[in-house]
């Protein structure tokens, strides 16, 4: 069975750091693209950051550039997606993508 489980959201105030984890089962995420997106209450989702299949090729947009970083254990099939210096807009669920699959995503909260 093909599976996308994140996990790491939480609360947390403003200038703070939190880690997230995409765990995959039932394939292969070091052979896939995996995408991070997030969707905040009455808004699109939109992609935050995203890690190629070939080496460590990553890219992020403008919103996400110099404060999150994606990278993946092979070995234990995970992408992670490490953001820092976090904004109260930052605030959403937050989801990753492979091969066709969504996760269920967890919920970020970036509040005072």
């Known amino acids: 069975q093909v599976q996308l489980v994140e996990s790491g959201g939480g609360l947390v105030q403003p200038g703070g750091s939190l880690r997230l984890s995409c765990a995959a089962s039932g394939f292969t995420l070091s052979n896939s693209v995996t995408t991070w997106y997030r969707q905040a209450p009455g808004k699109e989702r939109e992609w935050v950051a995203q890690?190629?299949?070939?080496?460590?090729?990553?890219g992020y947009p403008a919103s996400a550039k110099g404060r999150f970083t994606i990278s993946r254990d092979n070995a234990k099939n995970t992408v992670y997606l490490q953001m820092n210096s976090l904004k109260t807009e930052d605030t959403a669920v937050y989801y990753c993508?492979?091969?066709?699959?969504w996760g269920r995503g967890t919920q970020v909260t970036v509040s005072s």
């Open positions: 993508h492979a091969r066709s699959t």
């Open positions: 890690i190629l299949s070939t080496g460590n090729n990553t």
